[in-house]
């Protein structure tokens, strides 16, 4: 217990450590905040014309499709057009039809709204004669928002891989490891005592969390737990084999980027091309926060039998990482 509080102090006195464990929970909460936002209104339609220009029908037909705003001069009006944080039409008079005027500068959908408005308002009686349905607006951005979530908790979970490799590259930069050879200690123990800090300020971090993106069900939050249980640990175990592995702190820094960054691209990339290739699929797999990430996913949407399949290959990982690093420890003859 003595050793285990001494490293528990470590990492309070360790800016990175505490970063690490703290950026999650700061993230999780803009995600939070941010998604309670409307942006629904960031897809409005804006229009510009001229005072006087326009007839009084034309201007409340504009209006059935977006704002309207009546500026006195033309130059007010192209300046409002030509402001790089709008997407504003601008709409004037052309003989009995009428003319856009747009910047360039505008998302494609408003370039699309402007070159479309003019043969929209020639066939505008012979629209009023058509049904319309009004269709639901998908949220574009829901899935986006989980997969943000998604990583933030991938990041908080596989800390313990970068506490327990920094933990053990400054011991042996310190001279450290080399009274722990000697200390009355054996290698279970050792074991034990690296990973125990790391595993826990992971779970912990990914717990926080979760509790404050998710509302989960109780058979949901179950299964959330025992994800984080088995992600954090296989995290924790890679962490020994890069601690182990590595000579300096360069080296390790290194290392450590390079895992984060598989752990990170490889369940983003899986996820925005879509891959359903079974043999490709299973693949992506090699890298345990692959099923970490299908997982939560899967939990956002409420789909716990999905779950269960990524916590059995966490599971096949964490015994893997434990077989692996037990038998770098004893090679055999």
């Known amino acids: ?17 505490l970063m690490t464990f703290l950026l999650p929970i700061v993230v999780a909460s803009a995600l939070n905040f941010v998604g309670s936002i409307d942006l629904s209104t960031l897809g409005e339609l804006h229009f510009g014309v001229l005072e006087d220009d326009l007839p009084t029908r034309t201007t409340t037909w504009l209006e059935r499709y977006g704002s309207v705003t009546i500026y006195p001069t033309m130059e007010e009006l192209m300046d409002a057009i030509q402001e790089p944080s709008t997407n504003l039409i601008g709409v004037e008079s052309d003989g009995s039809g009428i003319k856009t005027i747009i910047s360039g500068d505008e998302l494609d959908m408003f370039r699309q709204t402007a070159d479309t408005l003019p043969n929209l308002y020639e066939q505008r009686n012979a629209a009023g004669q058509t049904k319309v349905h009004i269709l639901e607006c998908p949220n574009v951005m829901a899935g986006f928002h989980d997969m943000f979530i998604a990583v933030t908790l991938i990041v908080a979970m596989f800390m313990g891989c970068t506490f327990n490799a920094m933990n053990m590259i400054s011991e042996k930069e310190d001279g450290v490891a080399f ?20 595993f826990i300020c992971g779970c912990l971090s990914s717990i926080i969390t979760v509790c404050i993106c998710f509302r989960l069900s109780l058979q949901n939050a179950a299964l959330m737990l025992v994800l984080i249980v088995l992600s954090a640990l296989a995290a924790a175990w890679i962490g020994l084999f890069i601690g182990r592995a590595s000579n300096g702190l360069m080296a390790g820094v290194v290392y450590i980027k390079i895992v984060m960054l598989l752990f990170i691209a490889v369940p983003i990339l899986s996820f925005l091309v879509g891959i359903s290739q079974p043999l490709l699929s299973a693949i992506f797999y090699v890298v345990p926060s692959q099923a970490t990430f299908e997982g939560i996913m899967a939990l956002s949407t409420g789909n716990g039998t999905i779950a269960v399949k990524d916590i059995f290959i966490l599971l096949a990982h964490c015994i893997i990482w434990l077989l692996l690093y037990w038998e770098n420890l004893h090679p055999a003859s």
């Open 1 to 17: 217990m003595t050793s285990l509080r001494c490293q528990l102090k470590n990492v309070l006195h360790d800016k990175f450590c």
């Open 179 to 198: 009274i722990n050879e000697i200390l009355p200690m054996t290698q279970s123990q050792y074991i034990m005592q690296k990973l125990f800090v790391g």
